[in-house]
């Protein structure tokens, strides 16, 4: 019985044997790449998923932009969209792949949401993501207005930082390997192999573009406060 006991006990050790990893995104110049999306493949049946992405996640249209810009998600989860600007938006989402069931259209989804009332709450509506995918957001009304809902196929996904760094905790060793995905990265920058060791690994993968810098929001839409295609227009609020 006690043989068995410690042939359990270092199974089991061997098993969380995990160490700690760190990628960093670097632009064509070797500058550091803040909202990068690193996605680490682990050796399979390295253990239970980790919980990196938010269960719940709000993309917010916000003064003609998509906040956050880049939102990363994993398949089933439904994405609440929400506009805080007094005029309407349009939210169109196109992928490579089905990602949105809760669409018109193959390919993605479309809504409208009229403009927020001052004293009433904010409308929105909800999208449920099933496939892994890229969506890119985008508004008809306001064709300046651009974000992404990355659906991934890996529970170990992170974005970036202002460093340009993804930090991944307790990865289970062995023979990995690591995909970056950046909005202006037009052609996939080939998947990188990493071995994950109990000892923490620190790694670089280069871009080939040198992404913009996301300008600063307009005070006001084109055409006004109210934006030059639509007003808001009382719409009964969305039941949660």
């Not at 309407?88 to 809504?111: C, I, M």
Request: glycine share 10%; with cysteine; hydrophobic share 45%.
């Amino acid at each position: 019985m006690k043989n068995t006991l410690i042939a359990i006990a270092a199974a089991l050790a061997m098993g969380a044997h995990a160490g700690n990893v760190q990628i960093q995104v670097l632009d064509r110049d070797g500058k550091p790449v803040p909202d990068a999306v690193v996605v680490v493949y682990p050796p399979a049946g390295g253990g239970a998923a980790p919980t990196l992405v938010a269960p719940n996640p709000v993309i917010e249209q916000e003064k003609m932009r998509f906040v956050p810009a880049v939102t990363v998600v994993v398949p089933g989860t439904t994405v609440r969209f929400t506009n805080q600007d007094r005029w309407d938006h349009h939210v169109r989402g196109n992928a490579a792949t089905p990602a949105a069931s809760a669409a018109p259209g193959a390919g993605g989804f479309e809504l409208r949401l009229a403009g927020k009332t001052d004293g009433k709450p904010s409308n929105f509506a909800d999208v449920k993501l099933d496939t892994a995918g890229v969506l890119l957001l985008g508004c008809h009304l306001h064709g300046s207005m651009r974000g992404h809902v990355f659906v991934t196929d890996s529970a170990w996904t992170l974005k970036t930082d202002d460093n340009g760094i993804a930090r991944f905790a307790s990865v289970p060793e062995g023979a990995a390997q690591v995909r970056v995905w950046h909005a202006e990265q037009l052609v996939d920058v080939p998947r990188k192999a990493l071995q994950v060791l109990a000892t923490p690994v620190l790694d670089t993968v280069q871009l080939s573009v040198v992404p913009r810098v996301r300008r600063a929001p307009p005070s006001t839409a084109p055409g006004g406060p109210m934006g030059a295609y639509s007003q808001a227009q009382p719409h009964p609020q969305h039941a949660h």
